[in-house]
């Protein structure tokens, strides 16, 4: 009997320490992406969320789990440097360097002035920022503040082509400002529309530029295609009314066709030299927020309903017909694609 | 640290400051003692009517009006009218930290629907709609009244929510009377406080002088920070303020003349929340006021009038240093408003309200200086068929510029089911109106000068005991039952554009219940008091234009479900101590509910004796704010101050036995 006992006992801490060890992580490896939802501005609730493209399923408040505190103010976009991830925390000017594969937060980068995005070249990250004209250079091995060099103007979205840092200066501003990562020195700027506010890499390594033409409606809205070579603008579009308000701005894997959010997603051929009269997929009565598209055609955007609760994200296959719905966390904002 | 915008009383040093600021108040004060024999009258008599008076018409109002009792008030002396309201009151006050704005909620909806007077002066932004009363100190007011619901159609506008009724009468008391309180307590807090009131049979004047600082770079403890739970101090947070009233009244046979004066000045860094840093702007904030009311009324025969007109004169001056961002708001508001009453019958009286509210307002985010102009009639009937029952039937009309709004009714009863008035039973039922604030209106972006007045349908039923034993002592009980509902409840909104706007979405159902006990005890040489307030408060979001709005079926955020307080004080010969309890339960801090500050506990307490000899009286409390020690937040990551101490001393000089003291 009492063998028959230390026999149940000992399956029964075999099967603990099995589960331990095999103890599911937040989330499944695998395809899908990370969300940051941004909370509420000076709320400090702001979360990380993964959807799984596999499962079908969404999977909250991964960074508050796994290191039992929240991620701070407004997470605003997520970089990937290998198996870690940067996470710009804008409004508590930090980044979160995390641990991909759990979300362990590796260490706190703090002292930035209210950084946005962050575009990684090399073994350097280069961060831009709402309120500073300078954008911060982070050392990814020693995951600190290298430096810094100065742009002249406020930065939003970043892109880097041929050793090129393009900074879009949205705030306010017009101009697309080119640094040359090497020397740090500002190359030129190109005068864009007003508020250049998303921008992406065509297949032909062409900058499209989404200008919003202003929070007030000052302007038309426009994309405007930059070559990198010669910073030459060599397509301007004009959208219908100072009244319209696209955002959002990227690109399918492939490069050849762009998607922006106006009114429901909008997509074009990036040989396209007018603008798509019709969306692709329609708003149905949601305010929708972000968009983001997969590198299997999956279609993204996120609806933050009232600002003030959970929102929703809305997935997409690549001919646009929903076929999932989740609840995310407080305005589902950047999402960033995962392959395996 | 802010730079101080006036000289304070108290300079740095306290023991120092203490002795000399004495020193000199009484210097001041002492001939003032000689003139005082001679205009001193007895009127004792007069005093207690006003008193009696009061309560016993507050009870019978047809809809509940509190009155914050003077002892309970005295001892917050020296602090902010939203510790006051937290307190000792229903009101549900959220603050961004404790020196930062803070509004106060009646009845579960929020601190814009909540109307303040001053005098009869509406204090309200005309910008935001709100009174921050974390700058409004006790000193300003000498009787603080609280309205639940919006049953009173008397002003010029009305508030949904309910109204806070701030005064500072002068009483013909024929007292010369002089007081000095002095503070000190943790965190670099200063304080002080002087008052003089004088006067005769007809005249009565009074003075009042305040001013504090503090670094108030409290201890609290972040749970978030990176490198795990930390205690850090609070940065960005020093405030400094101060200002007078000064009131003057003439009576003359049954009219009376009033003017009063009221000057604030308030310099505040604001602090930034803690998420997982403390996040700091730089922000500092700079509030000046400036109002006058002026008041006369006449009581020939069967008719009363009333005829008061004021204005208040507001400076708000921002500045941001991440952002280099600097703003100077301001506003101005004037206001006359008459009141007229015929008694028809010993049971009939008619009355007739007509008034005037003219606000003009300019902010950085106007396109201009913008105007808002109110003119509004009121025609109530209030009728006694018989001793017991009272009625009233009252209507009211605004006429707004540029905008509709519908009638508003009030329609109310109450019944003595005692015949000594002991037991009151009462019930009313009323619609009525809160307008858009010019910031709803006017802001760019996101201003909609297309905006409706948010109305609100609903009553209540309410019982109300008091018992007064032959030795004075006071037990009371009063329970109040409410409901109603509010529809085209503005709120601010993104749109397509991402822009947040001002739009009529959502209605709200507010149904709840309170409870008021008030008790006072004396066994041999001890005496006891206690005051409790408890509400059951739920304001639910039942529809939304919003699509996919999960907030539907949802408290409303920071509107706690269960609210109480109590103050408990008890007295030994010259001894005297008490204690605060103050609970909430959680607050929700998203629509859907799905996040919450934590249910909160709060207990302070104070020690003290109170001594006098001639005519000398002095009084010194030692008191420990959250006592506890426990971590708290009123509004999602600006934590409240951890345990803390204070000293305060007050001296009083009076030409009079101190047996008046409670008549005020």
Known sequence: MKTLIRLLLLSVLIMISCERADDPSLFPAGRGFFLLNEGNYLAGNGSLSFYSTETKKIYNDLFTAENERALGDIPSYMAVDGDRGFIIVNNSGTIEVVDMRTMESLTTITGLNSPRQMAISGRKGYVSSLYSTAVSVIDLDRQEIAGSFDLGSTSEAMVIADGKLFSACWSGGNTVIVTDLETEEVITSVTVGLEPESMVLDKSGKLWVLCTG??????????????????????????????????????????????????????????????????????????????????????????????????????????????????????????FFVQD | MIKRSFTYIIPSCVSRNIITASTVILSALLPLQGVAQDIFIEDTVNILAVTVTASASLRHSTHTVVKIDSAVMARYEGGDMATLLHAASLLSVKRYGNAGLASASIRGLSGSHTMVTWNGLSINSPGNGYSDFAIIPLSAATSVKITSGGSDLDDIAGSIGGKVELSTEPLFSGVTEGSLTLGAGSYGEYLSAATLRSGSDHFAVNLSLWGSMAQNDFRY??????????????????????????????????????????????????????????????????????????????????????????????????????????????????????????????????????????????????????????????????????????????????AVSGMSVIPEFTAGASWLLSENGEHIVKASFSRNTKLPCMNDLYWVPGGNNTLSPETSTGGEAAWSFARVASSGLRNTLDLALHASRVDNLIQWLPGQSGLWSAVNVRSVNVRGAEVRVGSEVAVSEWKMKGNLNYAFTRSQVTGSEISNDNSVGKQLIYSPLHHLNMNMDAGWKIYRAGVTVITESRRYTTSDNSEWLPASFNADMFIGASFGKGRTRVKADFIINNVLNSPAESVRNYPLPMRTFNLRINLTLSEKPKKHENTH
Not at chain 2, 240 to 252: H, I, L, S, W
Not at chain 2, 257 to 276: C, I, K, Q
Not at chain 2, 285 to 311: C, E, N, W
């Open chain 1, 214 to 335: 202003g929070w007030q409606g000052e302007e038309i809205p426009r994309l405007v295609k930059i070559n990198t070579v010669t910073y030459e603008k060599e397509t301007e579009i004009f959208f219908r009314t100072t009244g319209d308000n696209p955002s959002s701005l990227t690109a399918n894997a492939a490069g050849d066709t762009l998607y922006f959010l106006d009114e429901g997603v909008r997509r074009m051929a990036v040989t396209a030299s007018v603008l798509p009269s019709e969306t692709f997929i329609a708003a149905g009565g949601r305010l929708l927020y972000k968009l983001a598209v997969g590198p299997g055609g999956q279609i993204v955007v996120t609806d933050a309903i009232d600002y003030q609760q959970k929102g929703d994200i809305l997935v997409y296959n690549s001919r646009g017909i929903l076929e999932d719905t989740e609840k995310a966390g407080i305005i589902p904002g950047f999402m």
């Open chain 2, 221 to 398: 403890v972040n749970n978030d920070a990176p490198g795990g739970q930390v205690e850090e101090n609070r940065a960005n947070s020093a405030f400094a303020t101060g200002g007078a009233t000064a009131d003057a009244a003439f009576r003359f046979r049954r009219s009376l003349l009033s003017a009063h004066l009221w000057y604030n000045d308030a310099a505040r860094e604001l602090p930034g929340p803690v998420t997982t840093v403390q996040q700091n702007f730089g922000e500092s904030q700079k509030d000046r006021s400036f109002r006058g009311v002026m008041k006369y009324s006449l009581q020939p025969g069967r008719l009363t009038a009333h005829i008061t007109a004021g204005g208040s004169y507001d400076v708000n001056l921002y500045h941001n240093e991440v952002v280099q961002l600097t703003g100077e708001n301001g506003s101005e508001t004037y206001m006359v408003k008459t009141h007229f009453g015929y008694r028809l019958t010993d049971r009939l009286e008619l009355l007739l309200n007509a008034g005037d509210e003219y606000q003009v307002a300019r902010s950085l985010s106007y396109q201009n200086t913008e105007e808002h102009n109110v003119f509004s009639a009121s025609l109530a009937a209030k009728y006694n068929p018989v001793h017991r029952l009272r009625l009233l039937l009252q209507a009211r009309q605004m």
